[in-house]
C-alpha cells in the first residue's frame, strides 16, 4: 500500500495546508480517509476518483466538508462526462441522536409533546446529498468489515464528543491505522495499531496547552506513548493546529517514540512487507 498525504491541519486549510485527509493506493483502488477542507486539491482528478471508495473517521467537518463542497459534484461531473462509470462508495458512522420535541395536539384538543429522536444533522446531510452526485453513502459500526480490493478496513471505537473511529487497513502483508479524532483515556488504538507498519495519529496539542475539562483529542506526547506500546514501524503525527510548527509537536512525541515524523501535505509513504514493519 502507499500513503499520500492530503491534509494535515485542522479546524480548516490555513495557507499551503488543508484539513485532514489521507489516500491510500492498493493496486487499482483508491481509499481516502477522511476530506477535510482543501484536501481534495492535491487529488489527481484523472486517477484518483476512479475505484475510489471514502470512509469518514466522524462527522465533524473539518474531517469530511470536501465531500460536499468538492467530491459530490466532481463525481456527478465526471460520471456525465462518461469519465466515471462507477459510484464512489462513500462510509460514514452510524449516526448519534439527539432529542428533539414536537408539538402536537392530542385527541382533547391540547397541546402536548412528543419526544423524537432524530439522527445528528450532519448525517441527515450526508445520507441525503440529493441527486447532482455519483456517490453511494452508507453506514458502518464498530463491527464493521469492509472489503476493498486486497484490503480490509476494520475499527475501533474512540472517546470523542461525537462517535469517532480509528480506521485499520490490511491487506494481509502490510497494514496501517488512522487514528481519527479521539481522548486518551480509554482509546482502542493500541490494539488495534499493535505491529502496523504506519500510525497516523493525531496530535492537537502540546504540553502546556489546556484541553479545558474534555478529553476529546491528544497531545503530541500522548500519541507517542501510544505508539511506544503498539510498536509501529513509522508513528505520523497529524491534525495540528495551523498556526504552530509541525516541528514542535514531533520534538514532543521524539522523547518518547523516536521514529516520529509529520504529516506533511504532498509527502507519499510505501508500506514495505518486513519483519520490522518497514515504511519508505
Request: negative net charge; hydrophobic residues 30%; glycine residues 6%.
Amino acid at each position: 500500500m502507499e500513503v499520500k498525504v492530503l491534509g494535515s491541519v485542522s479546524p480548516s486549510c490555513y495557507q499551503n495546508y488543508n484539513g485532514p485527509g489521507f489516500l491510500v493506493t492498493s493496486n487499482k483502488d483508491k481509499i481516502l480517509l477522511d476530506c477535510g477542507p482543501g484536501s481534495t486539491r492535491l487529488l489527481d482528478m484523472d486517477n484518483d476518483y476512479q475505484n475510489m471508495t471514502i470512509i469518514i473517521s466522524h462527522l465533524h467537518r473539518d474531517h469530511y466538508s470536501d465531500l460536499i463542497s468538492s467530491i459530490a459534484y466532481t463525481s456527478y461531473v465526471l460520471h456525465n462526462l462518461g469519465l466515471l462509470e462507477n459510484k464512489i462508495k462513500v462510509y460514514i458512522p452510524e449516526p448519534d441522536y439527539y432529542t428533539d420535541y414536537e408539538n402536537y395536539t392530542n385527541q382533547y384538543g391540547q397541546y402536548d409533546y412528543k419526544l423524537l429522536q432524530r439522527p445528528i444533522l450532519d448525517y441527515q446531510l450526508l445520507m441525503n446529498l440529493g441527486e447532482e452526485n455519483y456517490l453511494e453513502v452508507k453506514t458502518y459500526s464498530t463491527d464493521s468489515k469492509i472489503k476493498i480490493g486486497d484490503v480490509t478496513a476494520t475499527f475501533a471505537y474512540n472517546p470523542h464528543n461525537i462517535r469517532s473511529h480509528s480506521i485499520k487497513l490490511s491487506d494481509g502483508k502490510t497494514s496501517l491505522v488512522y487514528s481519527g479524532d479521539t481522548g486518551y483515556e480509554h482509546n482502542n488504538i493500541v490494539k488495534l495499531a499493535s505491529n502496523t507498519n504506519l500510525l497516523i495519529c493525531e496530535s492537537t496539542f502540546l504540553r502546556g496547552q489546556s484541553k479545558g475539562i474534555q478529553d476529546y483529542h491528544l497531545y503530541a506526547h500522548e500519541a507517542a506513548q501510544i505508539a511506544s506500546i503498539a510498536k509501529p514501524g513509522l508513528l505520523m503525527l497529524t491534525h495540528f493546529w495551523p498556526t504552530i510548527e509541525k516541528e514542535k509537536y514531533v520534538k514532543e512525541a521524539n522523547s518518547i517514540f523516536p521514529n516520529t515524523i509529520p504529516a506533511e501535505e504532498g509527502k507519499v509513504l510505501k508500506l514495505i512487507p518486513s519483519k520490522n514493519n518497514k515504511v519508505l
